[in-house]
C-alpha cells in the first residue's frame, strides 16, 4: 500500500563544505531516492519556506489569515502517513532550523503516524548526538519515532550532490542500512493508515483553554 511521505530537510544552509552542494540535501534525496519506488514523497526544504517574524505558530492565526504557504505545508502534513525528519547536529542537539519550522505545527497535525530520524554530519560521528533529542520532540510531537534510526558520518564521501551513493562506497551495505529503517517506518505507517481507513482513527484530546487542562486530577 502506498503511503505519502515527508521528508523535512533540517537545515537553511545554502552550501556545505567541502563541496558546494548542501549535505543535508544529499541525504534527503538518498532517503527520497530508497523510498519513492513504492511511495508518493515529498521533499520539504526550509529554504523554499518564508516563516514570518515574530514566531507565531499555525494553530495562532484566524483561519481567514493563515499565511498560504504555511496553511499548504500544514495541509500537506495532516494528509501524509509518515515522516522522516533530516538533521545535522548543532551544539549535541537537533538543528533549531528544522525545531523552528516544526514547532509552527500543533500535534494533531502529526499525531497517530510514525516517524524516522536521520542525521548527518561531515565529520565521524553522523550527527548521532542530535538524534537523541530529536526522540523526545518527535514523541510529544505526536509522530513516534521507530527504534531504528539512520546516522550518515562524512556525508560528503558517501553521497553525490543528488543524492546517489559515490563509487567509493558499497552501495548495497548502505542500501541496506537505509532499508532497516524505512522498512520499519513503512510497516508501522501502513498500520496506522489502515487504522484511519477502517475509521479507528483516535481523535487527539489537546487541552482547549489552557495546558492545565493535561495534569492530572
Known amino acids: 500500500m502506498n503511503l505519502d511521505i515527508l521528508i523535512f530537510l533540517g537545515s537553511v544552509r545554502e552550501s556545505s563544505p567541502p563541496k558546494p552542494a548542501r549535505l543535508g540535501l544529499r541525504v534527503a534525496e538518498a532517503c527520497k531516492i530508497q523510498l519513492e519506488k513504492n511511495h508518493n514523497v515529498t521533499l520539504i526544504d ?34 501524509a502517513d509518515a515522516y522522516i525528519m533530516v538533521s545535522p547536529e548543532y551544539n549535541h542537539s537537533m538543528s533549531p532550523a528544522l525545531a523552528d519550522l516544526l514547532n509552527h505545527f ?31 520532540f518527535l514523541s510529544e510531537l505526536g509522530c513516534l519515532p521507530v527504534s ?26 548502505w542500501i541496506d542500512y537505509f532499508g532497516r529503517t ?10 496506522a493508515q489502515n487504522q484511519r481507513l477502517n475509521g479507528n482513527e483516535i481523535q487527539p484530546r489537546a487541552f482547549k483553554v489552557n495546558p492545565s487542562q493535561r495534569n492530572a486530577p
Request: hydrophobic share 40%.
Open 46 to 79: 526550509p529554504l523554499n519556506i518564508t516563516l514570518l517574524k515574530p514566531f507565531k505558530p499555525h494553530f495562532s492565526y484566524a483561519k481567514n489569515k493563515v499565511p498560504e504557504n504555511l496553511d499548504f505545508l500544514a495541509q500537506q502534513i495532516e494528509k
Open 182 to 191: 524505512f522498512a520499519q517506518l513503512e510497516w508501522w505507517g501502513t498500520a
Open 106 to 136: 500543533g500535534s494533531s497535525l502529526f499525531s497517530y503516524k510514525p516517524s524516522a530520524i536521520v542525521t548527518y554530519s561531515a565529520g565521524q560521528w553522523g550527527g548521532a548526538r542530535a538524534a537523541v533529542n530529536m526522540r523526545t
Open 148 to 173: 531504528a534510526m539512520l546516522h550518515v558520518p562524512k556525508a560528503q564521501e558517501v553521497l553525490n550532490d543528488d543524492g546517489t551513493f559515490t563509487d567509493s562506497q558499497d552501495r548495497n551495505l
